[in-house]
């Protein structure tokens, strides 16, 4: 939720900045700005509304040869998406780039009445308190920023420059991410490590409480406390190829479509398909600790939420004596729930730095349970703070809209359970059939893809002008269901909702008419013959019903069918699959902003 990057070195700074928003350009995109610092001590401030794009027209008419600046792109949580609400913020001499919210900015704005306000924004208010403090100079810029700090409360992640030092950097953060790229000559800064690709390898992780002050050769970092702290450079593991569209039209279709390789990638090392078992190294736990859980708790937002409700589903079915609670971080880490004893937290993000499911973390340790961590993003602060976890691996996901994350997240999860049932000594008999479903699901995805992909662009076009969905499914395909509807909200600003199909009559059937379509998803299995009953009432009320499927017996006159012709256990996740081309294409043929829709942002750091 809005990036950030900075550049110090011998390279022109206006260029890094450029190139480096626009690979962040995916984490917020209502407004952009940079600014950047000649050696005499003027300064270029370039802000537009809207996308980069609209920023680079501006750059064009005022090219500079600086050596050093900061950008950022924006989503606005105080104040509208506007040019003047845009970020770099000035106050007297310095600017200043930041990310998350500062909850206290009210208070702070009444005491710094010497400061003419020009936007409706927190972050200027950030900016004018460090001016208070800098008073033109007279102190280092670095002092000027702890003081104003110590006195901010919220989140931040922040950069810092000054006319009057242009030979520095200065940045900050307390929950909101900061890298800082360590390179020959020259030092970057950016709050994803996507924006330092090609440029270095090197990163030091900025923690919460730090704060750094960067010159093109020396990179000093202290807490806010004024103790020295010692920087530990870290490699980046991804590679430029993984942020490219690699000759998709989008990277949310690249994305679907590399989920045989990302769920390879997941497994990789993982699953011994001789003995039927899995291993998970990331936990931690011994067999000991393993047999003795009784409870689970899966935590997350959004599609995270879901992948740890589809895995509660399938870990209830085969561990014994254990409870699995599925919750929404936003709602969970206010409630006063009571967590039992022999509890393990599963916290699942694929940014690894949503600021609800961390703040989750944060309680749940304050209770002395173990947490673990189902996490994408290498370093994150989640992946960092939980006392164990398992990386999903699938490489960054670039599109808004999580895809790729979500299938890797479920397996992961139920590998997970499955490392429980082993330990608590469930017979091999019951647990032989997960481990090879998913030793073959790569495969299966891959067919799976290769074989529905024209029938369900046919199909999306079709209904691309409804106005509403609706998404069904029972048992396993009931988060599914979930799952796809927000999906295709999301991407299409098509309204659609999911229902568990013991539901139906209970409320949804009255909005059955010719502005909806439903979506049933139908796997094979104990609960099919009831799921199509359900469909048999929704046709019988003149529904217009996409039935998927992997039951060869299915016959129903419905209007659109999607088979499948693989999958068992695993068929939701298959089936899931449908859903994500079904809201791709139906966006494309809307004509909509696939991998940045409206209003949203990737990676959300503020509540
Ligand atoms: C939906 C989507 C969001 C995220 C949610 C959690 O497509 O991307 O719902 O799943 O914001 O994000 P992470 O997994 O980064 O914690």
């Known amino acids: 939720m809005c990036g950030i990057v900075g550049y110090i070195g011998g390279k022109n700074a206006q260029d890094f900045l450029i190139s480096g928003l626009k690979r962040l350009e995916y984490r917020g995109y209502d407004s952009a700005g940079i600014v950047t610092l000649s050696e005499d001590g003027s300064a270029t401030l370039l802000r537009a509304k809207g996308k980069i794009s609209n920023l680079e027209e501006k750059l064009a008419k005022n090219k500079r040869d600086d050596k050093v600046g900061i950008g950022h792109t924006r989503w606005a949580t105080h104040g509208e998406p506007s040019e003047k609400n845009a970020h770099p913020h000035q106050a007297g001499e310095i600017y200043l780039v930041h990310n998350g919210i500062i909850e206290n900015y009210k208070e702070l704005k009444q005491q710094l009445k010497e400061h003419e306000f020009k936007s409706e924004t927190d972050s200027e208010v950030l900016a004018a308190l460090i001016n208070s403090f800098y008073k033109d100079g007279k102190h280092p810029l670095i002092n000027a920023v702890v003081q104003a700090l110590k006195l901010a409360k919220g989140t931040y992640g922040i950069a810092v420059v000054s006319k009057l030092s242009p030979d520095e950097i200065v940045v900050a953060r307390s929950g909101s991410p900061l890298v800082i790229g360590v390179g020959h000559g020259e030092t970057m800064i950016a709050s994803d490590a996507s924006a330092l690709l090609g440029h270095t390898k090197q990163a030091i992780y900025l923690n919460d409480g730090e704060v ?183 490489g960054p996901e670039i599109s808004v809209a999580s895809t790729k994350a979500f299938t890797s997240q479920v397996i992961a999860m139920v590998m997970f359970g499955l490392t429980i049932a082993q330990a608590k000594g469930v017979r091999s008999s019951i647990l032989k059939p997960y481990v090879n479903e998913i030793y073959n699901l790569p495969k299966m995805i891959h067919e799976t893809l290769e074989s529905v992909q024209d029938a369900i662009k046919n199909i999306a076009n079709k209904y691309a002008n409804y106005e509403h969905g609706i998404y069904l499914g029972r048992d396993t395909a009931y988060p599914t269901a979930m799952e796809g509807a927000l999906k295709l909200k999301e991407i299409s600003y098509v309204d659609a909702n999911a229902y568990a199909f013991g539901e139906l009559k209970h409320g949804p059937l009255a909005l059955i008419d010719d502005r909806f379509f439903e979506l049933a998803l139908l796997p094979k299995g104990e609960l099919y013959d009831k799921a199509v009953s359900n469909v048999q009432e929704v046709l019988a009320r003149g529904g217009h019903v996409i039935a998927v499927t992997n039951e060869e017996k299915f016959d129903l006159p419905v209007d659109d069918i999607i088979r499948l012709n693989t999958g068992d256990i695993f068929a939701p996740i298959l089936m899931n699959l449908v859903s994500q081309l079904f809201a791709y294409y139906v966006t494309v043929a809307k004509g909509y902003d696939v991998d940045q829709p409206r209003n949203l942002a990737k990676s959300v750091t503020v509540e």
């Open 212 to 394: 750094a002050m960067i010159k093109k050769d020396s990179v000093e970092i202290k807490t806010l406390n004024a103790e020295p702290v010692s920087a530990k450079v870290e490699e980046i593991e991804t590679n430029l190829s993984a942020i490219q569209k690699g000759g998709y039209d989008h990277f949310l279709l690249k994305e679907i479509m590399e989920q045989p390789d990302s769920l390879t990638e997941t497994l990789r090392g993982r699953v011994n398909i001789e003995d039927g078992t899995v291993r998970l190294g990331g936990p931690g736990l011994s067999e000991g600790q393993l047999r003795k859980i009784k409870h689970l708790i899966i935590v997350g937002c959004g599609t995270a939420y879901h992948a740890g409700l589809l895995a509660s589903y399938y870990i209830e079915k085969f561990t014994p004596e254990i409870t699995v609670e599925p919750v929404i971080a936003s709602e969970y880490r206010y409630r006063q729930s009571y967590i039992p004893e022999d509890s393990v937290a599963l916290i699942v993000s694929q940014s690894g730095e949503t600021a609800d499911t961390l703040a989750c973390l944060r309680e749940i340790k304050k209770q002395g349970v173990t947490t673990i961590g189902i996490v994408n993003a290498i370093g994150s602060t989640i992946a960092r703070e939980v006392d164990g976890g398992t990386y999903v691996h699938v």
